[in-house]
């Protein structure tokens, strides 16, 4: 029989730290992929479609390092004769570890040591198991958050882990139903998306499983092309298995992280598998709405080992096959008015003969998966999953484990103060309740729904029924979130008006005057005010020098923009401490080298700089250590370059 329960695993892992408190207002998040020519028109729309250029409303958490200590995490655990699936509801509703009873294998890349890197769209991440990313392209904003989680009864008497949360930045619910059958051989997923808003709204979803990368390890999925990138060239149509001279499902005849979005025509079934030597693997199937089915590697460079031992330390390397909505991840779907998008997803022990998964005949290999698959889980099985997840998707939750975040309450909230439809909570409650602890988050925004006075909020909205409660209310602290959201959607000259309104108000907090000389001064950079945006930085930051975020944006963007000389003088001010931090370490080297003093740079290189937070195909640590240290070769610490 299936056995539901709820615990504590122990993992090693650092502290994810307090929220960074600065607004996402910059448009920084770009597009790495060019599309060529060879790639449909109708894909070619769908990536110009959606794109956002930043995560407001949401903040960045960056607060993490990588001091591991043994922490508890609380976690779910669903386990039948065949397999063990964990849970972690807490981090994003990660699905940890999927455990093969017969093969007494793991068939998800899993560790001990969780270690938090900046790879997100909020930038903190984690390496490992099995995750659901919805919004934009990237890891998901719900990546490092608790997920409301509960445990949900069917009319037949089975258990469902069910989980779901209110997505900001498209202003979606999205739930997430777990179950395991008595004796079956894969872990059933529904997923829920359901778009309350009377417009359409660009969609993503990528279900992204990390898998052990082997020598023998390969990937196989129901087709023969592939749209493919290593990052430096142009997205194209490409044979996997003809690759660069090489065939690249086996894992390690990639030199360079790639991506392979295997193009699987009309008629064909959805799955993709990674399987070792002996044809154990990770199998992901899905119903078809769920499309599109990826590899990504991270390459045999220095580089892309470098970063495997990053993000796992010790665990040896891994790679990842994913699934998604759009056949590729550099497209938005367009999610109709009032729609709701499910779909079911198997996760489970491909079990392949390695004579034929391993052979050199790519047409052979994917038969008889293709066989294999069926009898692990059939279509039709699917599709009856399908139909029974639907029926029980608004069935109330029996008990709850775990509360998500505060903010699909404030949002039932906001739409029966407008007069606009919402979703049936009776699946998906969101409980307006200070146990939530998110009052101090959310409490300033129910009160102006309420129509009390809005005193301020270290939280942040949008949309433009918020800008019209901030508008009618007047204060000062309602000019400066109104001049924030102004500046998150890019209407600078209304955001450099709507600060400078705000600095003038008397009634403006001293936190809010720091924000708002530092909005002002990223406006004014970003209209190429260059002089006037610098002061006003510089002004934001000796506000509050204990701010670390603040001063590591100051000293970036000085240097960014000609002035190393300020970003030396704002470390220098800093109090006792701050100066040793990794990022502040590299970026005062960085000042140093840009103001003549190299040998000093130098120095500071030689001792040892570690930057938790380094992101994702950064190398700037690297391009300095060549330019102050010319004469030596980079050291391996350094090399984060996956080309």
């Given at each position: ?14 502290e ?20 060529g ?8 729309a769908a990536?110009r479609?959606?794109?956002v ?33 964990v849970v972690l509801p807490?981090?994003?509703?990660r699905?940890?570890?999927?455990f ?26 984690f ?6 990313n ?10 490092c958050?608790?997920?409301?989680t ?10 469902v882990?069910?989980m ?10 999205f ?5 395991l ?9 529904a997923?829920r998306i359901r778009?309350?808003?009377?417009h ?13 990368e ?8 129901p ?26 499902t ?7 992280a ?12 959805h ?14 199937l899905?119903?078809?709405l769920?499309r ?21 330390p010790?665990?040896?390397p ?6 998604g909505?759009a056949q ?13 998008w499910s779909w079911v997803?198997?996760?489970g022990n491909?079990?392949?003969?390695p004579?034929t ?7 052979a ?7 294999r ?7 039709a ?15 109330p939750p ?6 998500g975040?505060?903010w ?14 919402w ?13 939530l ?6 409490g ?12 301020g909020a270290?939280?942040f ?23 924030t959201?102004?500046h998150?959607?890019?209407?600078l ?21 720091v ?11 970003a209209?190429?005010?260059?002089d006037?945006?610098l002061a006003?930085?510089?002004a ?21 923009h000609g ?7 704002l ?5 006792a401490?701050?100066?040793d931090?990794?990022?502040v ?8 080298a ?32 060549q330019?102050?240290?010319?004469d ?11 080309h």
């Open positions: 029989m299936q056995i539901l329960s709820f615990s504590t695993i122990t993992l090693n892992m650092a994810l730290g307090s929220r960074n408190p600065l607004p996402a207002v910059i448009a920084e998040l770009d597009q790495p992929y060019r599309i020519d060879d790639v449909p028109e109708e894909l070619q990536a479609y959606g794109q250029p930043n995560m407001f409303p949401y903040l960045m958490q960056d607060g993490y390092s990588r001091e591991l200590t043994a922490r508890e995490v609380p976690a779910v655990v669903l386990e039948n004769s065949k397999l063990r699936a807490t981090l994003g509703g699905l940890w570890e999927l093969d009873k017969a093969s007494g294998k793991h068939l998800l890349h899993t560790h001990g040591t969780m270690q938090f890197a900046n790879i997100a769209l909020r930038k903190v991440w390496a490992g198991g099995l995750e659901w919805i919004g934009t392209r990237g890891h998901s904003p719900t990546t958050d608790p997920m409301h509960a445990i949900v009864k069917t009319p037949e008497g089975h258990e882990l069910r779901w949360e209110f997505e900001r930045l498209r202003g979606v619910v739930q997430v139903d777990m179950w059958p008595e004796d079956s051989d894969v872990l059933l997923t997923v778009n309350p808003h009377d359409d709204v660009p969609m993503y979803w990528w279900s992204n499983a990390a898998v052990p082997t020598p023998e390890t390969r990937v196989i999925a087709a023969t092309e592939a749209f493919g990138s290593d990052y430096t060239t142009d997205i194209s149509r490409v044979r996997p298995t003809e690759h660069q001279g090489t065939d690249a086996w894992l390690v005849n990639s030199p360079h790639a991506d392979f979005f295997f193009d699987i025509q009309p008629g064909h079934r799955w993709i598998a990674a399987v070792d030597h002996d044809g154990d693997g990770l199998a992901m899905s119903t078809s769920l599109g089915k990826k590899l990504f590697v991270w390459g045999q460079s220095d580089g892309g080992k470098r970063w495997q031992e990053w993000l796992s010790g665990a040896g891994y790679a990842e096959i994913q699934a909505l590729t991840q550099f497209e938005h779907l367009a999610m109709p008015a009032r729609a709701e997803e198997a996760y491909a079990r392949l003969d004579a998964s391993h052979s050199r005949n790519w047409d290999a994917v038969a008889h998966a293709g066989a698959l069926e009898d692990l889980v059939p279509d099985e699917l599709e009856d999953a399908l139909a029974e997840a639907t029926r029980n998707f608004a069935l029996d008990e709850m484990l775990v509360r975040s505060a699909g309450a404030l949002e039932s909230a906001r739409r029966r103060h407008s007069g606009k439809a979703v049936d909570e009776i699946g998906t409650p969101f409980a307006n309740d200070v146990k602890g998110a009052v101090e988050e959310t300033p925004w129910h009160c102006l729904l309420e129509g009390g006075t809005f005193t270290g939280s909205v949008a949309g433009a029924d918020w800008e019209e409660l901030l508008a009618n209310d007047g204060g000062a602290e309602a000019r400066f979130h109104l001049a959201m102004k998150a959607r890019q209407d000259g209304g955001a450099i008006a709507g600060y400078g309104a705000a600095l003038g108000a008397d009634a403006l907090s001293p936190r809010s005057k924000l708002a000389h530092r909005g002002r001064a990223l406006a004014l950079l209209t190429d005010k260059t006037e945006g006003e930085l510089a934001a930051s000796r506000l509050e020098p204990s701010n670390l975020p603040l001063l590591s944006e100051a000293m970036n963007l000085s240097i960014g002035n190393p000389a300020q970003a030396l003088a470390a220098s001010e800093a109090p401490g701050m100066s931090v990794g990022r370490r590299f970026l005062t080297a960085l000042a140093l840009g103001v003549g003093r190299s040998p000093e740079a130098a120095a500071i290189l030689r001792a040892g700089v570690e930057m938790p937070d380094i992101r994702e195909g950064e190398d700037g640590i690297a391009a300095l250590w330019q102050v240290c010319p030596e070769p980079v050291p391996a610490g350094y090399r984060f370059a996956m």
